[in-house]
Structure formats: C-alpha cells, structure tokens
C-alpha cells in the first residue's frame, strides 16, 4: 500500500513528499535540508528517484545533497532546465538556488520509474516546465495549484495565459483526485473546482 510523507522544508515551507511503497521510495521536491529528508526514511528504504513539479529554488534545494548521497536519478520537464541551473535567474530576493546533477526528463504521457508509474500533465503557468504528477489516485500539483489559489505567474518564465490554459485541464480530471500541493495543506479536486475561484470561473 502505499504511503505519503509530507516534510515542510525551508523558510518558504514547500512541501517535500515521500512516496513509500513496499520499501521503494520517490522524493518530490527536496526544497532544503536534506538531513530533515534524510531522518525521515529508514534504513532498508531504497530511494528510486527525484522527481521535481518545477525548477524553482525553493523545490530544488536539496538535491544535489541527496543524490550524492543516494546516486539516484532526477527527473525534470526539460523546459525548467536553465531556469534550475542559473542563480540568477532562479532567485528571490536573496534566495536562490541551482542544480548541479544530470537530470531524466519528465514528460507527458508516462514516466515509469521502478514500481512507480507516474501520469506526467504539462501544466505551464508558474514556470515554463512545470509538471502535474498523478500516482494513483493523488496528484502532485507542484505551484501550480493550492487549495484556494493558485501559483504567481510573475516570476521568471511564468505567463500568465498559459497558466489559465494549464487550469482548464483540471476540468476533464477525476474530481475524485487528492491533490498535494508545493505548499500549504493537501485538498480534493471536486472542492476546489466548487471552491477555488480561479477554477470555478474557467469552468
């Protein structure tokens, strides 16, 4: 069966998740402090991979720790590559970031990693690369969509229009879905498209 950790990280709290099953394991977004990861798995866990929503500081900040330590794979929506390798463009305020490691690209329609299958949506708006990510029944929504709201659109390779073309995908998707989100608390689809306003007038 398989089990979700939820690990807030950072002076942003991003939302890092575990995904445990039958002793494999996927990191989403490892955003910082990569002991804090590192404490919350045990020791006859095999880490498969590093999947990563979007390329922003804040998401990536761990990983280059953790592939050192686990010579895993990373996988990114190759659109997001130069913003997660560049300090400059990849920072607020005085907060950056950059990535260091090869990386697998995250794709649609699949991506099977190990055990794992992952269904991959394109979903640009927040970042020119950032990626739905569904397992099952749960989907990762990266900063693309919160409960309540949904990601800015005024950072680097952020847009607007395509952020609203991003969101209509929602309509067609399972309302059953649990989404996880990059940051505040997790939420069903079928609340937020009766409740989140920037689903509810695209519908």
């Known amino acids: 069966m398989m089990e979700i950790q939820r690990i807030k990280l ?7 998740y575990l995904i445990k099953e039958a002793g494999h394991v996927l990191i989403i977004d490892p955003g910082a402090r990569a002991n804090k990861i590192l404490e ?29 330590q686990f010579h895993c794979p990373v996988y990114l929506n190759p659109k997001d ?10 920072a607020l305020g005085k907060f950056s970031a950059a990535l260091h490691c090869k990386t697998m690209p995250l794709e649609e329609p699949i991506v099977q990693i190990g055990s794992f299958q992952l269904k991959v949506f394109e979903a640009p708006g927040h970042t020119a690369g950032s990626c739905l990510i569904q397992i099952g029944n749960v989907m990762f929504t990266g900063d693309v969509l919160f409960k309540g709201s949904i990601g800015r659109c005024d950072l680097y390779s952020g847009n607007e229009s395509e952020m609203r073309r991003s969101l209509k995908q929602f309509q067609k998707m399972d ?3 649990i989404l996880y989100p990059g940051h505040e608390e997790p939420t069903m689809l079928q609340d ?6 920037f689903l509810k007038e695209r519908s």
């Open 40 to 68: 919350a798995l045990q020791e006859q866990e095999h880490v498969e991979a590093i999947v990563l929503t979007h390329g922003h500081f804040d998401h990536i900040g761990a990983v280059d720790a953790l592939v050192n």
């Open 10 to 16: 950072g002076f942003f709290a991003v939302n890092c």
């Open 175 to 177: 309302p059953e879905l």
């Open 81 to 90: 590559e130069e913003l997660a390798r560049d300090m400059h463009l990849n």
């Open 192 to 197: 937020e498209l009766n409740h989140n306003p």
